[in-house]
C-alpha cells in the first residue's frame, strides 16, 4: 500500500498535486514540490535579467519606428525589422513559462512560444538577405552619374526584375509560409499528444523527501525530432545565403551576420539540448540554461542585425554604396548606383 503522510498546511497542498498529477509513487513522506518558485532567488534573477532584455528589444522597436525614413533602416527594410524584433521578444519570452509551478499551460506555452518566435525571427532574417541579393541581381541601370557621386539618383528600371519590383510586400509570402509550417507542427503536436505533467521522485537532485513536476507526453522525443529538422532546414537555408552573399557590399550584406547567428544557434543548441535532455538537472539550472540559451539566440540577432543600423544613424555615419572595385559580378552589383533609391522607394 502506498501511503502520503503529509501534516498541517502541506496536506492540502499535497492532496491538490495527487488530485491533478496522480498518485506519488512513494512509501515515505513528502515535504516538498521542487520547482523554480517566482518569489526565489533564481526565478526573481532570472524575470529581471529576461524583463530588461525584453525592455531593451522594446526600445529598439521604437528606434526602428522613429528612424525608418532614414537610409540605414529603409536599406534594412524596417517592417522586416519590426517582424524579426517581435519574433526575438515572443522566443524570449518564453522564459517566463519556464518559472512557477508547471502546468498544462505553460508546458504547451514554452513551446509555442521559442518556436514561433524563432521562425518569425530567423525566417525574416533569410528572406530580407534574399531581397537584397534579389535587387541587386536584378538592377538593370543607366548610369546617370559618375561613380563619384555621393548620393547616386534612381535611374530608370533600377531593382525591377521580370516579374516586378523588388518590394518587401514581394518576399513577404516566404516569411508567412515558414511560420505557418511551424504553427501546423506545433498544433499538431498540441492536438494528438497533448503535455502534460507528471509528478517524479527519486532524481539526483532530490531528497527521500521531495517531488517536482515535469512536461511530459507520449511521442516528445518523435515531435522534438520534426521541429529541430525543420528548424535545422532554415539554419541551413541561412549558411547556403550567407556563403552566396558574401561578396555583396558590406552596406546591404548580412551574410557576416546570418553566419554568425547560425553558429552561436548550432553552439548553444549543442550545448543545452543534450544538458536538458540526458541529465538530471534541477529546476533552477534549466531555468538559468534556458534564460542565458534564449538570451544567447535572440538577443545576439537583435544586436548583430538591428542595434548597429541604429548606432549609425546616431554617430551620423554617412550610407555608402560605392567600394573599391572587384573583379566579381556580385561587387559589381553592390555598386551600381540607384540600388541606394530602390530601397528607399520599394517599402511597399
Given at each position: 500500500e502506498i501511503?502520503?503522510?503529509?501534516?498541517?498546511?502541506?496536506?492540502c497542498i499535497r492532496d491538490s498535486i495527487n488530485a491533478e498529477y496522480g498518485t506519488v509513487d512513494v512509501s515515505y513522506r513528502v515535504d516538498e514540490v521542487v520547482y523554480?518558485?517566482?518569489?526565489?532567488?533564481?526565478?526573481?534573477?532570472?524575470?529581471?535579467?529576461?524583463?530588461?532584455?525584453?525592455?531593451?528589444?522594446?526600445?529598439?522597436?521604437?528606434?526602428?519606428?522613429?528612424?525608418?525614413?532614414?537610409?540605414w533602416i529603409r536599406t534594412s527594410s524596417p517592417k522586416f525589422c519590426i517582424i524579426i524584433s517581435i519574433g526575438c521578444l515572443l522566443g524570449l519570452s518564453s522564459v517566463f513559462f519556464w518559472i512557477g509551478e508547471p502546468t498544462t499551460m505553460r508546458c504547451t506555452a514554452k513551446i509555442w512560444f521559442s518556436a514561433v518566435g524563432f521562425s518569425m525571427m530567423f525566417s525574416t532574417?533569410?528572406?530580407?538577405?534574399?531581397?537584397?541579393?534579389?535587387?541587386?541581381?536584378?538592377?538593370?541601370?543607366?548610369?546617370?552619374?559618375?561613380?563619384?557621386?555621393?548620393?547616386?539618383?534612381?535611374?530608370?528600371?533600377?531593382?525591377?526584375?521580370?516579374?516586378g519590383p523588388v518590394t518587401e510586400t514581394t518576399v513577404s509570402p516566404i516569411i508567412l509560409i515558414c511560420v505557418v509550417v511551424e504553427l501546423i507542427i506545433l498544433i499538431l503536436w498540441t492536438s494528438i499528444d497533448t503535455l502534460r505533467v507528471k509528478s517524479v521522485t527519486g532524481l539526483s537532485y532530490l531528497?527521500?523527501?521531495?517531488?517536482?513536476?515535469?512536461?511530459?507526453?507520449d511521442h516528445i522525443p518523435v515531435w522534438m525530432i520534426i521541429l529541430v529538422v525543420y528548424n535545422g532546414g532554415?539554419?541551413?537555408?541561412?549558411?547556403?545565403l550567407a556563403y552566396k552573399t558574401?561578396?555583396?557590399?558590406?552596406?546591404?550584406?548580412?551574410?557576416?551576420?546570418?553566419?554568425?547567428?547560425?553558429?552561436?544557434?548550432?553552439?548553444?543548441?549543442?550545448?543545452?539540448?543534450?544538458?536538458?535532455?540526458?541529465?538530471?538537472?534541477?529546476?533552477d539550472a534549466q531555468v538559468v540554461l534556458i534564460c542565458l540559451a534564449s538570451c544567447s539566440v535572440f538577443v545576439t540577432v537583435?544586436?548583430?542585425?538591428?542595434?548597429?543600423?541604429?548606432?549609425?544613424?546616431?554617430?551620423?555615419?554617412?550610407?555608402?554604396?560605392h567600394s573599391p572595385a572587384r573583379s566579381t559580378s556580385s561587387?559589381?552589383?553592390?555598386?551600381?548606383?540607384?540600388?541606394?533609391?530602390?530601397?528607399?522607394?520599394?517599402?511597399?
Open positions: 501511503r502520503l503522510s503529509l501534516v498541517g498546511s502541506e496536506m523554480v518558485h517566482l518569489h526565489s532567488a533564481v526565478g526573481v534573477a532570472m524575470a529581471v535579467l529576461t524583463s530588461l532584455m525584453l525592455f531593451l528589444m522594446v526600445l529598439v522597436m521604437c528606434a526602428i519606428l522613429y528612424y525608418q525614413d532614414n537610409i532574417l533569410l528572406v530580407k538577405n534574399v531581397r537584397v541579393l534579389w535587387i541587386l541581381k536584378s538592377s538593370r541601370y543607366t548610369p546617370s552619374q559618375s561613380s563619384s557621386s555621393s548620393v547616386p539618383v534612381s535611374p530608370r528600371g533600377a531593382g525591377v526584375s521580370a516579374q531528497t527521500p523527501r521531495q517531488m517536482t513536476l515535469v512536461c511530459t507526453g532554415l539554419l541551413l537555408m541561412g549558411c547556403v558574401r561578396k555583396i557590399n558590406d552596406s546591404l550584406n548580412e551574410s557576416k551576420l546570418i553566419a554568425i547567428c547560425v553558429y552561436n544557434i548550432l553552439v548553444t543548441s549543442a550545448v543545452i539540448i543534450p544538458l536538458l535532455l540526458f541529465v538530471d538537472l534541477s529546476p537583435m544586436a548583430l542585425v538591428v542595434v548597429p543600423r541604429i548606432w549609425k544613424i546616431w554617430n551620423k555615419e554617412a550610407f555608402s554604396l561587387s559589381n552589383l553592390s555598386t551600381s548606383p540607384g540600388v541606394t533609391s530602390v530601397f528607399s522607394h520599394s517599402k511597399n
